[in-house]
């Protein structure tokens, strides 16, 4: 697993309880015949995207959430700052985070202030 990987899958686990976060795959294949061709989302699609629970969410509502998770050193593309930038412009929870307490930052604001972190998915 890589440590961008391992980054990944902690933030999925850390806020299951107030968020479900989907992991977002994408690439190109080739088949056993030769043939190429790619799947998934446009360029600069977040790592993760989901929402917020409408029960944590201190709106009442579900919220939706694009998390670009990077780990120390590397830097997000331009595509993915604009796709950032554009879902924060849509009055979604959007954001480039290097840690699972970045990620807590990013959606503390928009929790009610008894899920503002640290749940385990049990509380659900």
Known sequence: MTPESGLLNSIIRSVYGVCMLYRINTGTVTTD????????????????AG???????RFGIAVPVYIEAKIPGNKPSQEQVDFIRARREDG?????????????????????????????????
Do not use: M, Q
């Open 51 to 57: 929402y917020i629970r409408g029960g944590a969410s």
């Open 33 to 48: 015949k030769g043939y190429r061709f790619s799947t998934g989302t446009p360029k600069g699609y977040s790592d993760l």
């Open 92 to 124: 979604c929870v959007a954001g480039v985070c290097y840690s699972v307490p970045e990620v807590w930052e990013l959606l503390k604001p928009y929790l009610r202030a008894d899920h503002t972190g640290g749940e385990s998915n049990e509380d659900w």
